[in-house]
């Protein structure tokens, strides 16, 4: 997940190499959480379940052994492509110590993100308020 410009000079200027020593490092190219491989396409079915071509084996998202889909389960799969990301486990992108730190996977690191991303959501629209207020009279929604 690509790091937003204002929030750049938070991160450590080595951050590029500590990621990559945490994702090919520590965690061997392989997501933390469910164990989905870096830079191979997947294929996934719609509840998350991901064939592990290696083991031969389905996961689920916590990479765990799950069970082999049905013909309805199979009409939802797709392929994904894999990029593991550095993820900062209590979202402070100024606490970068490695034990703060794991290698994740897009769709575990959105997971892990989210209720972050939902707060940040609702505190952008408070701030939007706040301004329409500021210059506008009333905020008025549209
Ligand atoms: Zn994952």
Known sequence: MPIKPELRWLYPIDWRELSRLIRFGRAGGRCEQCG??????????ADGRWFDEERRCWRDDSGKP??????????????????????????????S???????????????????????????????????????DGQYRRW
């Open 66 to 95: 799950a069970d082999w889909p049905d013909v309805v389960d199979y009409a939802g799969m797709s392929g994904r492509r894999i990029r593991l990301a550095t993820a900062h486990l209590d979202h402070d992108p100024l606490n």
């Open 97 to 135: 110590r490695p034990d703060n730190l794991r290698a994740l996977c897009q769709r575990c690191h959105l997971r892990h993100d989210r209720r972050e991303h939902l707060r940040r959501r609702r505190l952008t629209i408070k701030l939007r308020k706040a301004l329409g207020d500021l210059f």
């Open 36 to 45: 989905r491989p870096h830079a191979t396409t997947i294929r996934q079915l």
